[in-house]
């Protein structure tokens, strides 16, 4: 994969992100990195910089994960994270099409969702 496609496709995933209800994805400065926020819990982290090395990590459930570790050599362990609940995902993988990884965006979402108070799910529910 290119710089120029993977640029696109930390753009594409970026924009991906921001238009999940009530997500937003920014630039956070301490880390250095692209930060999935939602009520203030992160859903992800993504590199900003088209590089080999550009990653994205993602939410998920644990069984899911380490079958999923197990059945793509570009998908590991989060790094830096719980490695039973994160994965890490290298952008330059042509083992996974943008709609693939796009699941793999709304699960971890929907994860930090389920779990925010309910107090925080019924406002998001009055805002539409």
Known sequence: MTNISLKSRIEHFQDFGNHLPHAKVYYREDWETL????????????????????????????????TLCEMYRD???????????????????????????????????SLVFSNLSLSIRKSFAKVK
Do not use: C, R
Not at 37 to 59: E, R
Not at 94 to 109: A, F, G, V
């Open 35 to 66: 930060y999935f926020d939602l009520a203030g819990k992160m859903f992800g982290i993504m590199s900003l910089n088209a590089a080999d090395n550009a990653t994205v990590t993602l939410k998920g459930q644990p069984e899911a994960n380490a």
């Open 75 to 109: 998908i590991s362990a989060g790094y830096h994270m719980n490695k039973k609940h994160w994965i890490f995902i290298k952008l330059s993988t042509d083992e996974l099409s943008d709609q693939e990884i796009e699941k793999m965006i709304e699960n971890s979402y």
